[in-house]
């Protein structure tokens, strides 16, 4: 079956500009995540959904930093006018069932950010 | 917060069996242990998952102790194709999902 799909792939993009990165999780995953991979590190988590509700985004590195889910599918990451330092691969994941199930992340191969 | 610590690098060659460690000394009644496997430009890829004693399945087996500080994923007759990043992940019921920088295993031929 479809696995996570992240669009784009690639993006690049001059400092100060606004991105929107997409993320179409597994059909009936109501657990959605999203992390950001710098080179050669391990991953860095950002905000979580269940279904639509986002309960803590206080991983979320600044106020540039956005997130929203509708319908209980489709989720996006905002960054308002981006950094050097906000490059990186932003990831997204989903699970099925409620977040405390324990229940196995699906990763998309993410979408790989670069600041100019 | 579970916090994990991994060996950063390993080496290996074909053939061989494969046992990496990952300690989480502070880890709560209610977590799972997670094992993933992340290629070069791939996102993770779920390995295996257990809460004590042995799980297997077709692709590696986790040992748990009783104390639960800590666990080994056991890969079986690796291969030049399990060459990856292997992450430990402790959930906390979704508070949060902290991966640490993960294993780096190099299979040689």
């Known amino acids: 079956g479809a696995g996570v799909s992240q669009s784009p792939s690639n993006k690049v993009t001059e400092k100060g500009k606004d991105v929107e990165l997409r993320c179409d999780p597994i059909?009936?995953?109501?657990?959605l995540y999203w992390y950001r991979q710098s080179l050669g590190q391990g991953l860095e988590f950002l905000i979580y959904f269940q279904g639509n509700s986002a309960p803590d985004k206080s991983g979320l590195p600044s106020d540039r930093f956005s997130a929203e889910r509708t319908g209980g599918s489709v989720s996006t990451l905002t960054i308002q006018r981006t950094q050097q330092e906000d490059s990186a691969v932003y990831l997204c994941?989903?699970?099925?069932?409620?977040?405390?199930?324990?229940?196995?992340?699906?990763f998309g191969d993410g979408t790989r950010l670069s600041i100019l | 917060l579970a916090k994990t610590t991994q060996p950063i690098s390993m080496d290996s060659y074909e053939g061989q069996e494969v046992n990496i460690t990952c300690s989480h000394n502070n880890i709560a009644t209610n977590d799972y242990i997670t094992w993933y496997q992340q290629f070069p430009s791939q996102g993770p890829r779920f390995i295996i998952q257990g809460y004590k004693t042995k799980v297997t399945n077709e692709v590696a087996s986790l040992f748990i102790p009783a104390d639960r500080k800590s666990s080994t994923l056991s890969l079986p007759r690796v291969s030049l194709s399990d060459t990856a990043v292997y992450y430990c992940?402790?959930?906390?019921?979704?508070?949060?999902?902290?991966f640490g920088p993960g294993t780096r295993l190099s299979v040689l031929p």
């Open positions: 994941a989903s699970s099925y069932g409620a977040i405390s199930s324990n229940q196995p992340q699906h």
């Open positions: 059909s009936g995953h109501t657990a």
């Open positions: 992940l402790v959930d906390l019921w979704g508070q949060n999902f902290v």
